[in-house]
């Protein structure tokens, strides 16, 4: 890994989404080496990746260089790596580019999509929780209106049109909602040949409301919203499986679709090496303390989607979202701080600030504690959140003049295939990468 | 190809690039059926690749979604495919999707980069003729700089840290003094432990003088605008070969290079299926007239990179490059018009209303037909006229927006590694996919 020994130290943060930046963040100008561990060399500002699958925003606006965030740190460091696993008896990881020493090792190794065990709907259906991701569903949603042009059989045309999203959570609503823009201002002028009223988007959830966890209000409106853009919103409705052609369901309806996104679930990213009680099957997460300490280790800590911090309040564990990590990757860097200096750390709480989802133009949802509203202003609102939370000066900026194109001229204009995703056999372009 | 028979002759243009799309805008409001056949979605501008490349802007600021240019264009129809062959008995077209017949075929296929036949150097150079190109330097540039801050042999990691770019034409040139702007400004705080003045950034030129074609007053600023910067210009000197660890070359010099830059030649993109007499083995161009109408063919046109035009001021053809492939394809549109209307034609004039190439922040130089001049100054004049050449409000805005914060942060914020290259066999991403 190439990086000194010193007298101070060494905390090893694996992971730089929301909790690890925030924790890295927090260890600054402190007594201690940091090192921050990632496999991309970037911060993915993951709320805003349906835009850049639906073409109104470009990659790299929500994308920052995690090297520039700590570019005047003393005593940082950052390696673009994989940690393959933990041998916590000589506090080592191993990595993709070799083995590393931790004094204190936090564990911010975020979410991945859970496909509950299908290998089917695992090989055939698009997940969206990197920009490779999200770039891959703007190319083949691109791809399969080119495809649909030349395609004379009706029935694979309207396969080629039917868009399938599985989850009404706030990343289905989402997507579901863009799409259903582009279907109305969009394609019918992109592919004037084309009958865009045949395309049809559907989105799936297994229980009886969109956004759960946001309250019912909210649920219901967003669904509102949802069915006044054209999208069939189909609940109580469970998918069973998905061959690459056909949707199959627990109830009477099937889906003939060329294009599945999956978004009915997360589960923690875990590493290999943990002892196994610590680690909880059902939400597939890390069992941690109230400090964030995993259980039964000494040194080693967890934040944010990977941790599971069972409390009265939040049964199961916190919500998989950017709030709770950017809260306990903060608490946490004070917490070792207070360790070293030998005083007493400070138990996680949750200041939940209220949670929000956007539907479409000026059609928004949101929840504060003590105020809920839906519609033009809680569009405003959540445009508003998001720009602020983004990294960097120039991403506000370059993302703020983008929506104001798009709000103004009612376009998304980055709707370009810049690498194929269907023709990945040819290009030998593998949807692996992610 | 599922496109219409009309009464109307069609006339199909190959290639979205500066030559095909100003043909195509010059045909519009016709008794025409116009199809625009390209291999992208997206018109590339190109003189803004190496910035992309650089990560000063991202990719999709410089390319524009080609239907969005004929949202509201009446028998215009846009299909994503490349050419395989031309059968000018039948008047028709093969490609990847399917055949479709012609009245007047223009082509407008561009160039591509010319190897001169060495296929080591194909295989292990990198080439910048497309937005994925230039996004897979990118991906190398900084996948290096990780690399070897890992790398304990010191000569490994020197040829981790060297670059070679081949060829002082303007895209060699603009893209060392963009290099030699990272080495300054930004890699030493990206990499602080890694010495950075240890990077080399090599410009070999096979002649004695930089971008050749422009006066001898701009070649010889263009180069000491390079030495000031820290490249390393090497005149006179001709690249024999590359294994992928060295450049071998006729002089007494040899690079040991992880990364080797080709831009010492362009040829036509020909397609197949033609005379060979109108094929120019040379310059691998294809014969035009005066009319830009190929030779030994009644209806079929090239114009722009492809096509060469042999006149008495340019005996080997115009320069390929933006300005006479725009001029010629407006001029082919007015053409064809004018045949269909039984009106004589006009043969095509190059109005060279100069040249210029930027070396880096307040660099450039600007020949115009009257007056040259270099520096500061030039360097607005570049820049102003690039961004008034980009095509669509968006991309200028955005682009602008994007200049403002580099230059006043001395930064270029895009440095993501969104797809990586050299990891390729593990995720299986071939250069092939351009």
Known sequence: MNIPQTSSPRVVIVGGGFAGLAAARGL??????????DKHNYHTFQPLLYQVATG??????????????????????????????????????????????????????????????????????????????????????????????????????????????????????????ALAEMKKGILPKDYPDLDIRQMKINLIQSSGELLKGMSNKASQKAEDFLRKLGVDVWKNLRVLDYDGETVTTNGEDHFKAQTVIWAAGVKGALVKGMHTDCVLERPCRIKVDRYNKVVGYDNIYAVGDVACMETETYKYGHPMMAQPAIQQGRLVAKNIIAQLKGNSQKAFVYNNKGSMATIGRNKAVVDLPKWKFQGVFAWFVWMFVHLFSLIGFRNKVIV?????????????????????????NKYSFDKEHV
């Not at 520039?68 to 673009?80: A, C, I, Q, S, T």
């Not at 194109?405 to 990945?424: Q, S």
Request: glycine share 6%; proline share 3%.
């Open 56 to 177: 109104g925003l470009e990659p790299d606006s929500i994308a920052f260089p995690l090297r520039k965030r700590f570019n005047d740190v003393e005593n940082f460091y950052f390696r673009l790596a994989e940690v393959t696993k933990i041998d916590s008896e000589n506090n080592t990881l191993e990595t993709t580019i070799g083995c590393i020493e931790y004094d204190i090792l936090i564990l911010a190794t975020g979410s991945t999509t859970n496909f509950f065990g299908n290998k089917n709907i695992q090989e055939n259906s698009m997940e969206m929780k990197s920009v490779p991701q999200a770039l891959n569903i703007r190319s083949l949603v691109l791809e399969n209106f080119e495809e649909a042009l030349l395609e004379s059989n009706l029935e694979k045309r309207l396969a080629l049109m039917n868009f399938v999203i599985v989850g009404g959570g706030p990343t289905g609503v989402e997507l579901a909602g």
């Open 400 to 424: 703020f003049m983008n929506w104001v194109y798009n709000y103004i001229r009612f376009d998304r204009e980055t709707r370009l295939i810049i690498r194929p995703y269907k023709r990945k």
């Open 28 to 37: 600054e100008e402190q007594e201690l080496q940091v090192v921050l561990i």
